[in-house]
């Protein structure tokens, strides 16, 4: 592997930054979309071209033998290469961080400006905004592109310069400059804590009054919920709305049904209307599905034909594939999270329109009664904090890999203040969605989530004065001959998660590809609803929250216990059993089957708390028989000492096997482990059950990685297509890199061989085929007699192009050459190319096996890799070709 030289190059204090030329209206990439036109919007990184430029087509060069990975993109595309791009000519890429100009900074964020946004909406309904958008923003920021990949290598490298230069400094002043860059780090999380944690509260109380709107009012104070309304249980001042109405016109019972299903409809839709206002058009070659969560994949021949196409003429180059869709507020977001934690892009995933819009969702949608949660969007809301809070630090807001450090720790928050769980959220950062989590990373991320948990417990959000969503103590500890049981009951939770991923896969691929419910999202999420209120209203366990109803799951038989309904669940004797069992197995079919319909749905909606309200029912049926099997055969040795316990009960607690199943079930969905282990034993605040918690959810793993090896998120992640490598579980290779290096061809370098110079026009091609294939963030090699000798980042050399006079007659200098000097005038001549590029790539030879490969896509981060043979060139590859060439393999491994 070659390593990395960085010669640091004085600034010139005359340099100053090149203004950027006109873009050209006309670059707009036009989809079909479901039989209509939708005006795709311009990449947000597009360049204005002066109109004297020439403009190369991008349909000069037929396809070669790589496979596009992303859309073809006909506008001048601008993204920031690693090395710290847009630069100012003739800066170094390590000073170009620090460059005093709007156009080298570095700003990832997943939103554009509001006005951005407004433009480009606009632009969808009226594409005559085309024409003048071009000079409404003469200084607009550049963006990253969409699925643009991070190089963490040349990240890290260009912080340590940032680092060095601020080190430097000794005097006062710099001193106090350097205490403050330490301190950023720790000012992000503790601020990110109070935010999420003050978000959450926000969120706890409104959304347990707008679920009761649907039985009734508090008519003292109409912002009360029931149970602050009426605290010591049933009282005067809350009052249903059959009462309000005087029976009118269906009778008491049948007027509360038909307005409790009525808003139930009325608040998912609301909930979906806000949710597709976060629609996002992506133009892109990337036609496995759409990118939503609704895991319908949707293959290119599954679009709808139009009156009079053939097959023929859709396969011809000139029909255009419509565009990728999602909406950002859709589902929990979690899988998204993972995609961007380890390195890639999704333009306004994590915006502050995003974040207010999945806020006021998640209200809406589990106040509407259906089976989802409010845990998993938890993590997208707080990654969204994290992303926002970034961009009062240039230190975070300028470098993509330290700002995920941020959004690392804010996702473990989420989790923290989700279930009132420190060490769970910091575990479930380190095991599901952090892509790189040093010691550093590590101890913010417990400060982050012990500030977000303390600031829960000074809001009280649950009038408990408690932090963990419900907490349970079982004053009974678990004989020896339970252990059998508590293995079944982790077998049949594994068992249980597995099979609804399997069932999710086969309702979207079937229910939802029904081409009224594909066209229209709100149309099924009222369906659901629908179905939700009418069969969850006469049941009194599906009735009730999801939270509440794992809590009288888990919870033991109390009477002082003054948060338990009233749901039969606790029986006086032995014939009291069999009818709890009986309603516990009605209320699992129904919140199965609901959980299943429900979850994809376009509203925000997280998984983890209905999956363990499912598991819950179960462990609750099985706790329940084990009981009446211990009371009906007392006399048998192994149970004589546990009935003689407690009489008429005996020792068996059955929500001790409620509360094990949950963690099972949501261990067999989620495939997390020790973070369950974690979360459990912060809800019982006990250590005896630490052990039967650890040995289900063990068996649970195992249970469900045989029968379904891939967990709800990698699902997610699959079936939408995200360029998603994932570094937990590395495939079997036995190839080496030949195996994904295509042939040279001349297009894709720079051959320098006879003379340093080579024409603009030129590159310009080289650089449209890059953008064909999808490599917007790709590279191209500088060779001289089959020698490798640098490379130049694509973005960094459409940033070069795009500031040439005259593209079509200038020659670019691709070397450094002694005898050629600046200009007179003492301005940097824009034709000499050599600031950017890169002098020393990592290169592999191509013998090198495929695991090398892999450790150094997923440890290094890097974006491509230079391949060699015997020391000469012999291609490039890059790391989407890589993620595809995974995902390939193992699609063929399952095939046999």
Known sequence: MAGRRHTPRLRDPRDTPTELPAANPNDDDNDDDEGGRLSVPDSPISFRRQPGMSKIPSNLEPPDERTSLLGTSR????????????RVPHLSRNQSYIADSVRSTRHHSRANSWGQRLIRALDRQDSSMAESKGSIFPDERVWYDQFTSTDWVHDSIADAHRVKALRSRKDFWGRVANLFDGAQGWILSALVGFILANIAYVVNIAEATVFDFKDGYCAKSWYLSEKKCCPHGPCTDWRDWGEVLNEY????KWTGFVIYVACAIAFASLSCLLTLTTKTIVPSAYQLSTLDENLAAEAVGDQPDTEGDSPRLRSEPSSVAPPMIYYSAAGSGVAEVRVILSGFVLHGFLGVKTLLIKTAGLVLSVASG??????????????CVGNIACRLFSKYDRNDAKRREVLSAAASAGVAVAFGAPLGGVLFGLEEVAYFFPAKTLFRTFFCCITAALTLKFLNPYGTHKIVMFQVRYLIDWEYFEVGSFILVGVLGGAAGACFIKASRIWAKSFRRIPAIKSFPLLEVVLVAFVTGVVGYWNGLTKLPVAKLLYNLAAPCDDRDNLLDDLGLCPETVDDI??????????FLIKGLLT????GIKVPAGIYVPSMVVGGLMGRLIGHLVQWIVLTYPHWRVFSACAAQVPNVSCIQPGVYGLIAAGSTMCGVTRLSVTLAVILFELTGSLDYVLPFSLAILVAKWTADAIEPLSIYDLLTEMNSYPFLNNKHKPVFTSDLADIVPKVRRERVIDISNSPLVPASSLRVKLELLHKAGELDGGLPIIRDDILVGLIPAPDLEYALDNLNDEASSLCLMAHVPSIDDSDDGHPDPTDFTPYI???????????????VYECFVKLGLRYICILRDGRYAGMTHKKTFVKYIRELEEKEKGH
């Open 75 to 86: 506008s001048r595309i601008r993204i920031h290469s690693a090395h710290g791009s847009p």
């Open 249 to 252: 016109p269906f009778g008491q």
């Open 370 to 383: 259906l089976s989802l949660g409010k845990e998993g969007p938890y993590v997208h809301i707080a990654t």
């Open 578 to 587: 069999p009818p709890i069992i009986l309603n516990l197995l009605a209320a």
């Open 596 to 599: 299943i319909i429900t979850f």
């Open 838 to 852: 890169d002098p020393a790539p990592v290169a592999l030879d191509i013998r090198s096996p495929m695991d090398l």
